[in-house]
């Protein structure tokens, strides 16, 4: 097995890097972690820590109840909540891994830090069109998740044997939610490869499916009746748009991560292939995308919304009052008429992935 962008020199040299313990790895992965940002930090972590290394996770901010489940014993330490704890780890670590991530703009208030950071840095990461922060780099698109990409680089480490139960739980996890269990995203057969090796660790699938999936707070379930009940869809565009304000949030008594996956129900309608999703914050809007097919989401986000992503997954955000922001949206559907129209969804897309 060899990755597509990375050279064997760039595993070699980080096998060499890592080869003597114990050094201390502190991971790093981008404001709002997400299952696959989370699930690659332990898994990889627990590798690390097994293989003899202190090992500690840093988040830039909170991350949602319904990731909390992971069985693990490495400290995941908030920078935004334990900054004094988190600049210690920084000092004293050896080696910085940034993975789900590739422009330190993604850190967010942590951008500073890396900046900073004077030894080492690693980034693992699966999205396009890496900023080159790193002195090892192993960004590879083609991967459905960082998660998936983990598993490889520690396989071509040599060192899958301190892949334990708890990092095999962690890995499938971030597989399963950046594929939306297994729906987009899988350009390779490798997915259900990796995912097999997984299960043979002997982890339980259904209940991290059910942990991620099944423990929505009532509060959760009824914001998102509310933003389907207002949902506005445009079949002349085939596309479809939701928005939320702090006051309808507030309503709903929002916690972090409520609104995760809200996203994706529009592209449940017959014929919806774009949809967006715009959030009120304190200082500014902040945009999520989706599309099927060949709708190039990444491009839009790009041109309108100072953003980026993948083509079927993407964001961005906009100084602007929520409602101008829906408008801008509304009104650029007119311009992009053509292309969504001629939108395709069709299979024979899967190994042309993003
Ligand atoms: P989500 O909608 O789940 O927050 O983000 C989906 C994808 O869009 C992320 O994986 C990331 O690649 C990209 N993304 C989200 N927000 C931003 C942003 O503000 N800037 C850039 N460049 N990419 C973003
Ligand atoms: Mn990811």
Redesign the pocket.
């Known amino acids: 097995m060899a990755l597509k962008n990375t050279g064997n020199e760039i595993i070699s040299s980080l096998k060499s890097l890592l080869a003597e313990q114990p050094k201390s790895v502190v991971l790093v992965t981008h404001e709002?972690p997400?299952g696959d940002a989370i699930g690659s930090a332990i898994g990889l972590g627990e590798v690390l820590k097994e293989f003899g290394h202190k090992v500690n996770i840093i988040v830039p901010n909170a991350y949602p109840d319904f990731l909390k489940w992971f069985s693990t014993e490495i400290e995941i330490v908030v920078y935004e909540r334990k900054r004094p704890r988190a600049t210690t780890l920084l000092g004293k670590a050896d080696v910085l891994i940034c993975v789900d991530f590739n422009?330190p703009?993604?850190a967010a208030r942590m951008k500073k830090k890396l900046l900073e950071f004077s030894k080492p840095m690693v980034l693992i990461d699966h999205?396009p069109n890496p900023s080159d922060f790193c002195d090892y780099m192993i960004s590879e698109p083609q991967y459905s998740s960082t998660a998936e990409l983990v598993f490889d680089v520690v396989t071509l480490m040599g060192v899958n044997h301190c892949l334990n139960h708890d990092a095999a739980e962690a890995l499938f996890a971030g597989i399963m939610t950046d594929t939306g269990s297994f729906s987009h995203n899988i350009s390779s057969p490798n997915v259900f490869l990796v995912v097999a090796k997984l299960i043979e660790c002997g982890i339980d699938t259904e209940k991290i499916h059910d942990a991620v999936y099944h423990t929505f707070s009532e509060h959760r379930m009824k914001l998102l009746g509310h933003s389907l009940d207002k949902m506005k869809v445009f079949p002349e565009y085939r596309s479809a748009v939701i928005w939320l304000s702090l006051e309808e949030l507030k309503d709903y008594n929002f916690q972090p991560g409520d609104i995760e996956g809200f996203?994706n129900y529009p592209l449940s309608i017959n014929n919806i292939v774009f949809c967006a999703?715009f959030m009120e914050r304190k200082d500014h809007v902040?945009v999520?995308?989706?599309s099927k097919g060949s709708f190039p989401a990444?491009e839009f986000?790009?041109d309108h919304f100072?953003?980026?992503?993948?083509r079927n997954?993407?964001?961005?955000?906009i100084k602007i009052p929520l409602d101008d922001a829906v408008n801008k949206f509304t009104q650029l559907l007119k311009e992009y008429k053509h292309l969504l129209k001629e939108t395709t969804i069709k299979k024979n897309e899967k190994y042309d992935n993003k």
């Open positions: 709002n997400d422009e703009k993604r999205h996203v999703l902040k999520s995308f989706r990444n986000a790009r100072s953003g980026g992503g993948h997954a993407a964001g961005g955000e």
